[in-house]
């Protein structure tokens, strides 16, 4: 009986400190019926997008070596707005920005174009800035590195050995 009364208090403990830790995530859909709108429902949708969510975040925390709950930045929720905006993305303040327009008129595997979106946006969530101080090149460069080892690279990128000196060292 002891050893039950052990095991279960220390799975309490184990998920009150797991819980501390957990993010929330939320897909709010304000596309209506616009044309990326409908793309975005028949295509992508809410359940693929919040999984994905997960999976970059686990992916991040892990480019970044950050195995420790305590080195992590505290993130609470992330919600991921798709709406019909200019641009193809923004984060911030905890919030994913997705133009319903650039999904409606992305030619492509939209699927997997929107992938690789959610994980560079996904990198600026979880990224450090230095109190405002780092430099916007170095933001990106991170996302953009990010996304790129997980293998969603655009189909407008560089391929490795093409390019000029510049992005032929990143190959």
Partial sequence: MANHMFLLSSLVILGAMNGIHAVEYVVTDNTENSTGGVRFKNDIGVEYSKQTLVSATEFILGIFRQNNPADRKEVQKVTLVIENTDGVAYAENGEIHVNANYIGNYSGDVKREFTGVLYHEMTHIWQWNGNGQT?????????????????????????????????????
Avoid: C, N
Avoid at 140 to 169: C, M, N
């Fill in 135 to 171: 430099p916007g090149g170095l933001i990106e460069g991170i996302a953009d590195f990010v996304r790129l080892k997980a293998d969603y690279a655009p189909s407008h990128w560089v391929k490795p050995g093409q390019g000029d000196d510049g992005t032929r060292a990143m190959t």
